[in-house]
C-alpha cells in the first residue's frame, strides 16, 4: 500500500535517473519522480508497477514537491551546468527551510560550492554526489562520492547506503543483483567526501584517473595487433587471462568481452567495425585543466584526453599516413616474453596515474579547505564504479599504513612492484618508440616516474633561462629556500629587426 507521501523524490527520467529510481524503490523506499514531459514520467511509473517500494509519478513541479515526506529530499539527475541552475531555480520557491537537494549529475564541483552557498542563505542544504557505475551501476549499485552539508547526508544516508554497490569482506565486488532483489548485506560503496564541492571534485578525479585507464588498455592492444599481429580474439583471450591476475578489473573484464564480439552484421571483429574517433564528456579536461591549474603533475590523465582529441582529427590523420612516413617495424621479441612485458607495462603505468590523481585531491584539500580520507576513497571505488579492481584493495591498505602519504609510489608495497616490473616498462616504450607505435600514456607514465625520482632535474637551466630573458629571479643550491636572486646579466648587441 502507498503511503501518503514519498521517503525521497528524483528530477530528470533519462536512462540514469529511471534506474537509479528504480535502484531506490528496490529497496523499498517510495520514490516520486518527475520529467518535464510528463509522457516519459507516466510510461516509466507504469512499466514498473510493483516495485518493493513504489513509484509515484507527479505532472507538475509542485504536485511533485508535495508529495514528498519533509525535509524533502530531491534527486536531480539532469544535464550539467544551466540545465541543473534550471531546475534548481524552478524549485527553490516550493521547498521550505531544511529541505535537502541532491545534485547527482556531473557537475563541475566549483558550480557545486557555488550552489550550497547559495541555497544555505536561503535556509536550503545541498548535496553534490557523485555517482558513477554507468546506467548498471545505478541500476544495481553505483559507487556514491557524497559531498556537502555533513547533517543533510545524515539524513540522506541509509538510502544511499542501501543503493550502492557493495564489498565482501576482503574488498571484491558483490555480484548478483537482479530487478526487486538488491545484492544483500556487505560494506557500501558510499562514504561523505567532505565540505561543499568536495564529492563532486573526487568524482571528477576518478574520471580523470578512468581516461587514464581506458588509454592505456587501448595502447596494450595497440601493441599486440602492431607489433605482433594478433587478432582480437587472440588479444581477448590475453585480456581475459589478465583480469585474473594483479589488473583484475571491469574495465580489463569488458575489454575481454569486446574483443571477443562479432558484429551482428558482418561476422568481423566488432572492435574492428568501430570508426576509430573518440568522444568525451569533459570532466578528463576538468581534471587536466584544474592540475594545471594548482601545479600538480597529471599528465597521464592529460595524454589521455589528448590521444582522444588526435582520434577525432580522422581525416586529417588519414591524409597525414600516406606522406608520413615511419620506421620499418621489426619485433625480434617472442610473443609470449613481449606479451608479459606489455601487462606490466600497463600494470606500472596505472600504478602511475592513479598516483598522480591522488596527488591531486591531496593537494586540492589544502586548496578547498577540506579533509578527504584517501583510504576511504578507494574503498568506495572498489565496486560499483567505472574503474573498480583489484588493485584498488592495495590503495586502501597504503593509506592505512600511513594516512599521510605523501604519494603512493613512496608506500613499499607499490615501491616493490615497480621495481619488479620496470624493466619490461622500459622495454616496452623502448620497442614501440622503435616501431612507430603511439603510447603516449605508458610513455607519460615513466616519464613522470623518472622525474619524481630524481633527486635534480634541468629545471636549474630553465630557471637561469627565465632569469636572463625576464628578469624573474632563482634560488641559490647554496642558500635557504625561498631567498631570491637575480644575475645582472651582460648585454649584446642584437641584429636589429626592420618592421
Known amino acids: ?146 559531498g556537502g552539508d555533513r547533517d543533510a547526508y545524515k539524513e540522506l544516508e541509509p538510502i544511499w547506503n542501501a543503493i550502492a554497490a557493495k564489498v565482501d569482506a576482503k574488498g571484491r565486488p558483490m555480484m548478483g543483483g537482479k530487478p526487486g532483489k538488491p545484492v544483500k548485506g556487505g560494506t557500501p560503496c558510499a562514504e561523505y567526501i567532505g565540505a ?21 588498455i587501448c595502447e596494450a592492444y595497440s601493441l599486440m595487433t602492431g607489433l605482433l599481429g594478433m587478432t582480437a580474439e587472440e588479444c581477448g583471450d590475453v585480456f581475459k587471462k589478465w583480469n585474473k591476475g594483479v589488473l583484475d578489473s571491469f574495465l580489463i573484464e569488458i575489454t575481454a568481452d569486446i574483443l571477443h564480439q562479432k558484429d551482428p552484421m558482418t561476422g568481423k571483429p566488432f572492435v574492428e567495425i568501430v570508426l576509430d574517433t573518440a568522444g568525451q564528456k569533459g570532466t578528463g579536461k576538468w581534471t587536466s585543466v584544474n592540475a594545471l591549474d594548482m601545479g600538480i603533475p597529471a599528465p597521464t590523465v592529460a595524454e589521455a584526453v589528448f590521444a582522444r582529441c588526435l582520434s577525432a582529427v580522422k581525416e586529417e590523420r588519414v591524409a597525414a599516413s600516406k606522406q608520413l612516413k615511419g620506421p620499418v617495424k621489426n619485433v625480434k621479441a617472442s610473443r609470449s616474453s613481449l606479451v608479459r612485458a606489455i601487462h606490466d607495462a600497463l600494470y606500472c603505468s596505472k600504478i602511475c596515474s592513479y598516483a598522480q590523481g591522488f596527488q591531486l585531491m591531496r593537494e586540492a584539500q589544502k586548496e578547498y579547505g577540506w579533509t578527504l580520507n584517501f583510504g576511504e576513497i578507494a574503498k568506495i571505488w572498489r565496486g560499483g564504479c567505472i574503474i573498480r579492481a583489484r588493485f584498488l584493495q592495495k590503495i586502501t591498505e597504503a593509506y592505512e599504513r600511513d594516512r599521510g602519504l605523501a604519494n603512493l609510489l613512496l608506500d613499499p608495497f ?45 629545471a636549474n637551466l630553465l630557471q637561469a633561462q627565465r632569469d636572463y630573458f625576464g628578469a624573474h629571479t632563482y634560488e641559490r643550491v647554496d642558500q635557504p629556500r625561498g631567498k631570491f636572486f637575480h644575475l645582472d646579466w651582460p648585454k649584446k648587441d642584437r641584429p636589429q629587426i626592420a618592421i
Open 414 to 458: 607499490f615501491q616493490s612492484e615497480i621495481e619488479r616490473c620496470q624493466t619490461n616498462w622500459r622495454k616496452v616504450i623502448a620497442r614501440a618508440a622503435e616501431n612507430g607505435v603511439p603510447v603516449p600514456t605508458f610513455y607519460s607514465a615513466l616519464s613522470y616516474y623518472d622525474g619524481y625520482r630524481s633527486e635534480s632535474l634541468p
Open 196 to 216: 561543499n564541492g568536495a564529492g563532486h571534485y573526487v568524482k571528477m578525479v576518478h574520471n580523470g584517473i578512468e581516461y587514464g585507464d581506458m588509454q592505456m
Open 1 to 146: 500500500m502507498a503511503k501518503k507521501q514519498s521517503d525521497i523524490g528524483l528530477v530528470g527520467l533519462a536512462v540514469m535517473g529511471q534506474n537509479l529510481a528504480l535502484n531506490i524503490a528496490d529497496h523499498g523506499f517510495q520514490i516520486s519522480v518527475f520529467n518535464r514531459t510528463t509522457a516519459t514520467t507516466d510510461k516509466f511509473v507504469a512499466d514498473n508497477a510493483g516495485t518493493p517500494g513504489g513509484l509515484v509519478g507527479a505532472d507538475t513541479i509542485d504536485a511533485f514537491v508535495q508529495s514528498l515526506s519533509k525535509p524533502r529530499k530531491i534527486v536531480l539527475l539532469v544535464k550539467a551546468g544551466v540545465p541543473t541552475d534550471a531546475v534548481i531555480d524552478g524549485l527553490v520557491p516550493l521547498l521550505e527551510q531544511g529541505d535537502i537537494i541532491i545534485d547527482g549529475g556531473n557537475s563541475l564541483w566549483t558550480d557545486t560550492i557555488r550552489r550550497e552557498k547559495d541555497l544555505g542563505a536561503k535556509g536550503l542544504r545541498f548535496i553534490g554526489s557523485g555517482v558513477s557505475g554507468g546506467e548498471e551501476g545505478a541500476r544495481f549499485g553505483p559507487s556514491l562520492m557524497p
